[in-house]
């Protein structure tokens, strides 16, 4: 029995969750079973106000990119010159997060040659989270070999657990 839950696969590009599927089914036996956790694409509404909280608890998570990339290159962004922004890109069935300057912002770092600029409105494209259709799971699930047993899923359809076998 295997286990990827949590929506972990969402954060993989399309060709990477592709790849690791594939590299997945390779290790499985005939009769293994994966238990497979996707987030749904669901009302637009209800993704965008998930990831723009009104606590401001994705804010606070996406510009600590920030203070991560001002750590290992000793780096002089400020937080308070960024505001998260988030939106759902229909196109490619995910929620990207932006940091978007509010002023025109110069980023210095000794590991660089040169400062980097970001002009104000200007975003920093810092995570993907992609959803799924019921005909994105079985793409998946057929690309990497595999079959689908069963899709458990909550009243809202939400979310998934899907149970493949090789």
């Known amino acids: 029995m295997f286990f990827f839950?949590?929506?972990?696969?969402?954060n993989l590009s399309k060709q990477e969750a592709s790849e690791f599927m594939g590299s997945l089914s390779c290790v499985m036996n005939e009769g293994d079973r994966l238990i497979l956790g996707?987030?749904?694409?669901?009302?637009?509404?209800?993704?965008?106000?998930?990831y723009n909280d009104s606590?401001?608890?994705?804010?606070?998570f996406n510009k600590n990119i920030l203070k991560v990339v001002n750590r290992h290159m000793e780096g002089n962004f400020d937080t308070d010159d960024f505001e998260h922004a988030a939106y759902f890109n229909r196109h490619m069935e995910r929620i990207e997060m932006h940091l978007r300057a509010k002023a025109d912002v110069v980023f210095k770092s000794p590991a660089l040659k040169e400062d980097i600029t970001v002009s104000r409105g200007e975003t920093i494209h810092t995570e993907n989270s992609h959803k799924f259709t019921d005909a994105g799971i079985r793409g998946l699930a057929?690309?990497?070999?595999?079959k689908i047993?069963?899709?458990?899923?909550?009243?809202?359809?939400?979310?998934?657990?899907?149970e493949l076998f090789k």
Do not use: H, P
């Open 142 to 146: 057929a690309g990497a070999g595999l």
């Open 149 to 162: 047993q069963n899709v458990f899923t909550d009243e809202k359809k939400w979310f998934s657990l899907v």
């Open 5 to 10: 839950l949590g929506g972990t696969i969402g």
């Open 38 to 50: 996707v987030d749904m694409v669901k009302d637009i509404d209800v993704l965008e106000r998930a």
């Open 55 to 60: 606590r401001g608890v994705t804010a606070r």
